[in-house]
């Protein structure tokens, strides 16, 4: 079974600032998709970056990016530019490639993250 | 494009009581998960249904049931209402056979059990 690594429950960064936050997992397979995704106050999981493990290039959406390292199976999400908007909890997921488990994401404990002025 | 949407968004029941939770998968979606996120929880995988059928299975008891009717909708049922079930339970749609991985994931439905 798959397991998926928070160890920052909560975090805070200024405005403008650039914060890492943290995610370990642990598999034994070696096709599988990372994801981070974002649960504001309004409840919605929205997909912030997607990762998929056989791909060794960090993938990057606009402010955000990845710090995908498979060797020791960590998966850090950098918030580059800071925003208000930023403000929510944020959701390691792991999620193995195989037809048969699709669309089955094991997430991690999250992290709050509070962006202040 | 319509996304994920569900219904209700808040309802409150009594233990022993029985509860149905109802989603919309985003248009061109064929495949419906469900997952529990307790408060201060990341979420947990309850089931998936894909062709109407049960494809893949958490964690959960007998309790937990559901069911997908051939529009691609689906239901999601309790029984024997326990105070451990007032979660947040999230519906999320995604395409069988599709590379991506990405879900969309509806508002959820906050349960309270008293």
């Known amino acids: 079974a798959q397991t998926v690594t928070q160890s920052q429950p909560e975090m805070s960064v200024q405005e403008a600032e650039t914060v890492t936050l943290s995610c370990t997992y642990d598999?034994?397979?070696?096709?599988?998709?990372l994801f981070w995704y974002k649960q504001p106050p309004s409840r919605q999981m929205i997909l912030v970056i997607r990762?998929?493990?056989?791909?060794?290039q960090n993938a990057t959406e606009n402010r955000f990016s990845v710090n995908f390292q498979k060797a020791a199976k960590s998966f850090s999400l950098k918030i580059s530019d800071s925003q208000l908007g930023d403000t929510a909890m944020y959701f390691c997921a792991f999620m193995d490639q195989n037809t048969g488990t699709a669309s089955k994401l094991t997430f991690g404990t999250g992290t709050r993250l509070q962006v202040t002025l | 494009d319509a996304g994920v949407t569900q219904s209700p968004t808040h309802l409150i029941k009594t233990r022993g009581q029985q509860v149905t939770l109802r989603c919309s998968p985003k248009s061109g979606h064929d495949t419906v998960s469900w997952y529990q996120q307790a408060l201060g929880q990341g979420p947990q995988f309850i089931f998936q249904y894909y062709e109407e059928e049960e494809r893949q299975r958490g964690n959960f008891p007998d309790r937990f049931s559901g069911h997908q009717f051939p529009n691609y909708s689906s239901e999601l049922n309790v029984n024997a209402l326990l105070l451990g079930d007032s979660a947040l339970y999230l519906c999320?749609?995604?395409?069988?056979?599709?590379?991506?991985?990405?879900?969309?994931f509806g508002e959820g439905s906050r349960l309270t059990v008293l």
């Open positions: 999320a749609s995604s395409l069988q056979g599709g590379n991506t991985g990405e879900l969309f």
């Open positions: 990762q998929e493990a056989y791909k060794q």
């Open positions: 598999t034994s397979e070696n096709n599988y998709y």
